[in-house]
């Protein structure tokens, strides 16, 4: 039922609520106090004729300053993770390492050669930052850096397979994150997808069959945000490699994730590495840099020069370039690949690799003296599209029932100085350490102590059956916090 003609007469004007704002003390300009007016104002109209009542004066005075004051907030706001999903899309993937922050800085605060050349004093190419060191640390013979890896695979089929076709098994024509799917990709790239094979099982004489005079490539692309199990085959890309050879076609493998590291010295299923593609025959690899690499928002095609060079003087490679803080993070990030250090260095890679024995202490050492909460076993997960269904053992701080409801818990967290974000398992709330920054345990700790409980002490009978279930007082069981 829509809102009567009075009610809306009742609403304060925008005069009266900025003025209401202005008592209060905030530092912000007028224009932005009236606009955060207005689009509260809206809000509150859309309520009333969706049959909601009005707020009061105060509130809505309240909620356009909060609006306001948010315009002036520095973004994205630095969070803790505590998901306990180490490569999570929606915290921004990959945390840098040190180094790589140092280098972020140095290039954004003044000028650097991005596109000079020292050595001969004339104009240089920014490419040649990136360039060698992924020849280097991959074998390939040439390489190229754009925006992200799904700018990768559009820029290598825009200038190899415009209005051609491009060989696909029904079972790769995926969805990646943001809703972008492979054949959405072809086809803005110009070039035209042909299915090959059955969702479940693809073979190499499936490609062979589809080829004709209009085939340009293969596309094999690795399935690294699903699995398939049970009756499913792929073809090996030693198998696709000599078909591509045979017929003098171009081989592009989408690794997605790009690992250059083998995840299975870690307990994990094994992730294709980028080096093992280009031994395979591929003609061209493209891969994230932030995700397993480590590193920045990137994407990177590594493979044969005659191949990659020309896709540098492309007009599409230059709209989907890297700007100078990218190309200083991921520069600084391979260092670390070519000093063997990535495993000590990259925070992905400490993360993947820290011990649960490790994870425990730190979680029992942040829990000292919180009240109402547990220190157990849990399970994190790589994700951001790597390794699915995989987990690493871990553990987790689980606050008990004293703090009220878990979703009221993980918006209270939220809303810290330093916003923590968490997981509700369980109906309860669980803050996952292997994920936590060493960096960011001070604000972990705080918020952790400023969110107190909300519910009466637990009667004694009570308190010693949560004890036995390791919530309660230290000494109550092992892993419980304090009281």
Wanted: glycine share 10%; net charge positive.
């Amino acid at each position: 039922m829509g809102a009567s003609a009075d009610a809306l007469r009742r609403i304060p004007s925008v005069e009266r609520i900025a003025q209401a704002v202005r008592t209060q003390g905030v530092a912000v300009p007028d224009r932005l106090i009236t606009s955060a007016v207005r689009v509260e104002l809206a809000l509150v109209r859309a309520r009333l004729q969706a049959g909601g009542d009005a707020p009061d004066l105060a509130a809505i005075a309240g909620a356009a300053a909060a609006r306001a004051l948010a315009l002036l907030q520095d973004a994205p706001r630095p969070v803790v993770n505590a998901t306990g999903v180490i490569v999570h899309t929606n915290l921004g993937r990959a945390p840098l390492s040190d180094r790589a922050v140092a280098a972020v800085a140095a290039a954004a605060q003044g000028y650097s050669d991005l596109e000079y050349d020292l050595g001969e004093g004339r104009r240089g190419h920014r490419a040649s930052h990136l360039a060698g060191i992924l020849r280097e640390i991959t074998g390939a013979e040439a390489a190229l850096v754009v925006n992200n890896n799904a700018a990768a695979v559009l820029l290598a089929l825009e200038a190899c397979a415009r209005g051609r076709e491009v060989l696909v098994s029904r079972g790769e024509a995926i969805e990646i994150g943001g809703g972008f799917r492979i054949p959405e990709i072809l086809a803005a790239s110009g070039a035209i997808l042909r299915d090959v094979g059955t969702t479940n099982r693809t073979r190499v004489e499936d490609y062979a069959a589809a080829l004709s005079e209009r085939t340009a490539a293969i596309l094999h692309v690795h399935r690294s945000n699903f699995a398939q199990v049970g009756f499913a085959e792929s073809p090996p890309l030693q198998g696709l490699s000599a078909l591509a050879r045979e017929h003098g076609l171009l081989l592009i493998h989408d690794l997605g994730s790009g690992s250059l590291i083998d995840t299975t010295a870690f307990g994990l299923a094994r992730e294709p590495l980028v080096q093992e593609s280009l031994a395979a025959g591929a003609s061209i690899v493209t891969f994230s840099g932030d995700k397993l690499l480590g590193g920045p928002q990137a994407g990177v095609l590594v493979g044969a020069r005659a191949v990659i060079d020309p896709l540098a003087r492309r007009p599409l490679a230059r709209a989907v370039r890297p700007d100078k803080m990218t190309i200083a993070a991921l520069r600084a990030t391979l260092g670390h690949y070519v000093r063997d250090e990535a495993r000590t260095h990259i925070p992905v890679w400490q993360m993947i690799g820290a011990s649960p024995d490790a994870i425990r202490r730190r979680a029992l050492d942040l829990a000292e003296g919180i009240a109402n909460c547990a220190v157990l076993p849990s399970q994190a997960a790589v994700g951001g599209g790597s390794l699915p269904g995989q987990t690493l053992p871990s553990y987790a701080i689980q606050l008990g029932p004293a703090y009220g409801q878990a979703a009221d818990v993980v918006a209270r967290l939220r809303r810290m100085s330093v916003p923590v974000i968490a997981r509700v398992q369980e109906n309860a709330v669980w803050l996952d350490l292997r994920t936590v920054l060493p960096r960011d345990e001070p604000a972990l700790r705080a918020a952790l102590t400023g969110l107190a409980p909300r519910l009466p002490p637990v009667p004694t009978g009570a308190a010693s059956r949560q004890r036995q279930a390791g919530v309660g007082r230290r000494g109550g069981g092992e892993g419980s916090c304090g009281k």
